[in-house]
């Protein structure tokens, strides 16, 4: 059964950095778009980063350019989020998104909560 995980979560001081890691099993990872979304407590789920497949490809929220970077690496299927200098407002649970190239699969993970507070 498909599946992807996130891992790399937690506290961090305004003007730290994180990095997410998400990692896909039970898939052919290469023929999926990742992508990293968030969602605050009582907003709506928002995109914050894409990659295409091959990693030539990347597409940021207004919010997060300059600031996150996405990247992956296809030989352990697994798809990274830089996060630096962070603010208060990317306090959110982060949600790993694997979406199939040729057809309407999709998955998600389970959602890592990243804290940004003094």
């Known amino acids: 059964q498909a599946r992807v995980v996130e891992s790399g979560g937690g506290l961090v001081q305004p003007g730290g950095s994180l990095r997410l890691s998400c990692t896909a099993s039970?898939?052919?990872?290469?023929?999926?778009?990742m992508n990293w979304y968030r969602q605050a407590p009582g907003q709506a789920r928002e995109l914050v980063a894409t990659?295409?497949?091959?990693?030539?490809?990347?597409a940021y929220a207004d919010s997060v350019k300059g600031r996150f970077t996405i990247s992956r690496d296809n030989a352990k299927s697994t798809v990274y989020l830089q996060m630096n200098s962070l603010k208060p407002e990317d306090t959110a649970v982060y949600y790993c998104?694997?979406?199939?190239?040729?057809?309407?699969?999709?998955?998600w993970g389970q959602g890592t909560q990243v804290t940004v507070s003094s």
């Open positions: 998104n694997a979406r199939y190239t040729r057809g309407v699969l999709e998955y």
């Open positions: 039970g898939l052919t990872f290469g023929l999926y778009t």
């Open positions: 990659i295409a497949t091959t990693g030539d490809s990347s």
